[in-house]
Structures are given as C-alpha cells and as structure tokens.
C-alpha cells in the first residue's frame, strides 16, 4: 500500500469487494499490508487480473505473488478442547 489511512485502505477494500476472483482477503501484520487468495483457472487470468485491477488500483505500491505447488493440507475444522 502507499499509505495506510482510512481513504486508501478503504479504496482498495472496495476494489477487492467488487472481483468475485478473490475469494479472501486478510489485513495483515507484518511485511504485507494484505494477503488476497485469488482463484482464477489459469496463470494468463491472473495476469490480466494484476493488469485490469490490482495494479490500476492507485493505492497498491507492489504485489508479491506466489502459487502454490501442492496442496499437503486443508481443513477448516478448529480443534477447541
């Protein structure tokens, strides 16, 4: 992000709101301001998606991206005992 108030995290936030192709979005802590999980079927559709949107957003200063090799594990299940 090339800042961090209230008018450019909500600019972006209303970005990503409107792309069905990203599926989450996490304001985070640390080295990155935003981590995004985007599915789309083939790296070409993510390419235009970095073109047509994410870099056109004037709020966004870098995008870091990597691609998942292979899934080891996924659940959603949250062990509270």
């Not at 961090?4 to 990203?22: M, S």
């Not at 080295?31 to 047509?52: A, G, W």
């Amino acid at each position: 992000m090339i800042g961090q108030d209230i008018e450019t995290v909500q600019r972006f936030t209303d970005t990503i709101q409107a792309l069905p192709e990203v599926v989450e979005c996490h304001l985070m802590v640390g080295d990155c301001d935003f981590l995004l999980k985007i599915v789309v079927s083939n790296i070409e559709e993510y390419r235009q998606l970095q073109i047509k949107h994410l870099k056109r957003e004037n709020s966004v200063q870098n995008i870091k991206t990597e691609i998942p090799m292979q899934k080891i594990k996924q659940t959603s299940a949250v062990p509270l005992d």
